[in-house]
């Protein structure tokens, strides 16, 4: 199990780190070439929205209610009765989200005017009829996306996982290429990049199929009812919202920064894409393994092996997550400036995003730690606790926003999102106590106590020893670069000969 856990969870995090790159490489080009104005507003609100839908229906509640219902079915059912559910179930996705997509095409002004009402209300009508006319075109973005994920849960069931981790690429190729190159042919040139969302869409979608009948699991239309429809139901109507509740949470704060200053949108998208690698590479790396196997492991009523993953899961986590944590914050000024301060991205908005990336990357253990644990309770079939737990972390996330967004702007939109998702966080392990499912152990806040003191270590050499931010803004690129890549090696180097000091072995993991 463990060999295995590590291996899978390896092989993700590489391809994960791999889109995760491409995906910064897609930013820096957006960023140099369009800035952050009211038309990279624009456009972020037009391709956040399928992909808010998106948490829903793809990688969040739709997946992870599946999963453990296609585990179950292979577990004690033949492999006729698997692609029967596969394709009964394919079917009723389809149908869905075709309705869904078609009715936001012919509502999209009343769309953005929901989820960004501040554009609507400002001097210059251009900016919400632009963001309109691009949901237009990233919006059927959805029903790809969502299909390429139930195409990923299918492979994940069946222990593959590089591909569906090295599908994101290509829609980071898809970006780069538009941005580059297909922008020259728009009067707009921003209208490019909605394009480039619907094309990398298809490009995913059609890069799994091949996988899919190598397996024989390629879905096909399958119209009538079966009875895991019902069971699907049941698990992913609470989840759509208890699954999802950290991106409900960041698009409040898209709404709320709609009516802030220009660039404020696009201020809380570069530090959240930042905030996104670490927490690919890590949390959703382990949760899309864990939520795989801990449903496996359920069906097969293998309770060793079920507190083994999660265990392996956390410290994993604890090892790597708790020095990102402490690295997004200390090194903020330093990773905007290198990766985005260039070309029509200015000084000042390198700065505010600097800060709401202080802000989000404080709370980086805590989105890890949901995405740990609410896959937990979804193996078991138990949608129900993180929706109580998302309940109370999205009405503290509005409450804090409509507080902090008087007095720190966009950062307090921010941190908002940060504390609810620290609330989250402990609210589903107190369910996993209290229920009697899983609780923190000796070995783990021994583990604990020696990560603090090594990130402890690395934190007092940044302050006092690496605080070299003048060297940044007065060198180009490659320099940047340089002086990045080096700062992180050695603190790095610093955080893990310090685990080694205290008696930490990665091969007794």
Same mark, same amino acid.
């Given at each position: ?6 291996r ?12 995760r ?54 577990a ?235 265990n ?34 200015s ?16 709370g980086l ?5 949901i ?44 941190? &908002?999102? *940060?504390? %609810?998702? !620290?609330?989250?966080a402990?609210? =589903?392990? +107190?369910?996993? $106590?209290?229920? #009697? ?7 783990f ?25 003048? &060297?940044? *803004?007065? %060198?180009? !690129?490659?320099?940047?670069?340089a =002086?990045? +890549?080096?700062? $992180?090696?050695? #603190? ?18």
């Amino acid at each position: 199990m463990s060999k295995s856990f590590i291996r899978s969870s390896s092989i993700v995090s590489a391809m994960t780190f791999i889109s995760r790159i491409l995906g910064l490489i897609r930013d820096f080009v957006i960023a140099r070439l369009f800035g952050a104005n009211e038309l990279t507003d624009a456009f972020l609100v037009a391709f956040r929205i399928p992909n808010f839908f998106r948490r829903l229906f793809a990688e969040g509640a739709f997946s992870q209610a599946f999963l453990p219902i296609l585990a179950e079915t292979k577990a004690n059912n033949n492999d006729q009765e698997v692609r029967l559910v596969i394709n009964h179930i394919s079917t009723k996705l389809l149908s869905v989200l075709m309705i869904i997509t078609l009715i936001a095409l012919v509502a999209s002004p009343l769309v953005i005017f929901i989820f960004a009402w501040g554009f609507y209300f400002k001097a210059d009508p251009y900016q919400f009829q632009l963001t309109t006319d691009m949901l237009r075109i990233t919006f059927p973005y959805l029903l790809l996306i969502s299909l390429t994920a139930l195409s990923g849960s299918i492979l994940n069931t069946y222990d593959n996982f590089t591909v569906p981790a090295f599908t994101p690429v290509l829609l980071n190729i898809s970006l780069i290429l538009s941005a580059i190159y297909l922008s020259k042919f728009f009067d707009n040139p921003i209208m490019a990049l909605a394009w480039g969302v619907l094309i990398g869409g298809i490009l995913q979608l059609a890069f799994q199929i091949p996988f899919l009948r190598k397996i024989k699991k390629l879905p096909k239309l399958q119209f009538g009812h079966h009875k895991t429809i019902d069971t699907l139901k049941k698990r992913m109507l609470p989840a759509l919202f208890g699954v999802s509740v950290s991106q409900i949470n960041l698009l409040v704060d898209t709404m709320i920064a709609s009516t802030l200053i220009a660039g404020s949108v696009s201020w809380l998208y570069y530090s959240d894409r930042l905030l996104e690698l670490p927490l690919a590479l890590i949390g959703i790396a382990l949760a899309t393994v864990a939520l795989a196997k801990l449903s496996n492991y359920h069906a097969l009523k293998d309770t060793e092996n079920f507190i083994k993953t999660i265990n392996k899961a956390l410290i994993i986590a604890l090892i790597f997550g708790l020095p990102a944590c402490l690295g997004l914050i200390l090194y903020s000024k330093e990773l905007i400036m290198t990766l985005f301060q260039y070309g029509e991205f200015s000084v000042n908005s390198a700065i505010k995003t600097s800060y709401s990336l202080q802000a989000y990357g404080s709370g980086l253990m805590a989105f890890i730690g949901i995405k740990i644990f609410a896959p937990i309770f979804l193996s078991r079939g138990d949608t129900k606790t993180p929706v109580k737990a998302g309940v109370v972390a999205m009405l503290s996330n509005i409450i804090l926003n409509l507080i902090l967004v008087q007095f720190y702007g966009h950062i307090g939109l921010a941190a &908002a999102t *940060s504390i %609810s998702a !620290l609330l989250n966080a402990s609210i =589903l392990y +107190f369910f996993l $106590i209290k229920q #009697s499912i899983f609780k923190f152990d000796a070995a783990f806040y021994k583990m604990l106590t020696k990560v603090i003191f090594a990130v402890i270590i690395m934190s007092s050499y940044i302050i006092f020893f690496d605080s070299s931010i003048e &060297a940044y *803004s007065e %060198s180009i !690129l490659i320099d940047r670069c340089a =002086l990045l +890549f080096k700062s $992180i090696g050695i #603190s790095a180097s610093i955080y893990f000969l310090s685990l080694f000091i205290f008696g930490i072995r990665f091969k007794d993991l």
